[in-house]
């Protein structure tokens, strides 16, 4: 596998293929943003494209789909990319294709290569969407739709610009797009402020179920199949549970741990930090990856008990350390 450069993915875009573009298993804002922007990019060259995800959408971020089914049915195509995807684990059921991807466009400073790839360590993936847009010189041919997605993903990724990865190249990027007469309200509206019933019930579970370790530093919810089962919840209802978790006055780690129904002993781990702890490296050391305050890996234990009690383990130093001044 070899880096690209912003010349060669633009050359390569330009050539009519058929294409699918791969996204992140528990698809967010930036993943489906960045994948639905390239969409119209390689459209406008020709190309036909799909775009597929081992998960389905939520209902609130189904804006960016256009309600599109995103499940891959064994179809052929010339070229297959993947957006904002740090480890073939990331693919999730798809992740047999990781072998058959082209190219993959990327963010994340931990990550699993396993193709060529273009790299850039912005603030979103949806960012680098916008920069090949810029370099292959169409933002004025292009949809609204286009400048919708992006803004989508760079919005998701950010927290609405709230997060520590915004710097001046990611608001200038924002306001370029909002000069394209987006309603960025409604955008931001539908990803963070959204919620379906079911969405409602699990931030209640997540506030009367979470567990605090550490000296109230480090807080874990999990939601085992159990649990989701008795309240009749999916994990596409338990997407933000992590964002409820990680305000809580003096937590420097937020973990949410979620039981896989076709592998019981298998639990989905997404990490949020809000201090200088790079929660990163730490999913990058269970094949995992992401960035240093955002991130994601799985693991696997027999209970939830145990589940909780390796990612207490997993971040006991890391907190110590920084709680320390090392």
Same mark, same amino acid.
Do not use: M, T
């Given at each position: 596998m070899r880096r690209l450069n912003s010349n060669e993915v633009a050359s390569e875009l330009r050539i009519k293929k058929s294409t699918l573009i791969l996204c992140h298993k528990s698809p967010d804002p930036d993943t489906l943003g960045s994948a639905y922007g390239l969409k119209v990019i390689l459209e406008h060259f020709g190309s036909s494209v799909k775009v597929s995800c081992a998960d389905k959408v939520t209902k609130r971020l189904m804006f960016l789909t256009n309600g599109e089914d995103l499940t891959y049915n064994g179809e052929k195509y010339e070229r297959i990319v993947a957006v904002d995807v740090a480890s073939p684990s990331q693919l999730g059921e798809l992740s047999f294709l990781c072998e058959r991807v082209d190219f993959t466009i990327d963010h994340h400073s931990m990550c699993e290569r396993f193709s060529d790839y273009y790299e850039k360590h912005t603030a979103s993936c949806a960012e680098i969407i916008y920069e090949i847009a810029e370099e292959l010189n169409i933002l004025d041919k292009l949809p609204i739709s286009f400048f919708e997605s992006v803004y989508a993903g760079i919005s998701g990724d950010t927290g609405c610009f709230r997060f520590s990865n915004v710097n001046s190249e990611t608001l200038i990027k924002a306001s370029k797009i909002i000069e394209h007469n987006i309603d960025h309200a409604e955008i931001n509206r539908k990803i963070f402020d959204s919620k379906t019933k079911s969405e409602v019930l699990a931030q209640r579970l997540t506030y009367e179920n979470m567990e605090l370790y550490e000296d109230d530093t480090l807080s874990i919810i999990c939601f085992t199949n159990e649990m989701k089962a008795k309240n009749n919840l999916t994990d596409l209802d338990l997407g933000d549970i992590i964002n409820h978790i990680r305000g809580l006055d003096g937590v420097l780690v937020a973990v949410s741990l979620k039981q896989s129904e076709s592998n019981t002993k298998k639990y989905a781990v997404s990490c949020r930090a809000n201090a200088d702890i790079d929660v990163g490296l730490v999913?990058?050391?269970?094949?995992?990856?992401?960035?240093?305050?955002?991130?994601?890996? #799985?693991?696997?234990?027999? #209970?939830?008990?145990?589940?909780? #009690?390796?990612?207490?383990?997993?971040?006991?130093?890391?907190?110590?350390?920084?709680?320390?001044?090392?």
């Open positions: 999913c990058a050391q269970i094949g995992g990856g992401g960035h240093k305050r955002a991130a994601g890996a #799985s693991i696997e234990a027999e #209970s939830k008990e145990e589940a909780i #009690s390796k990612v207490v383990n997993l971040f006991n130093k890391p907190i110590k350390d920084f709680v320390n001044g090392k």
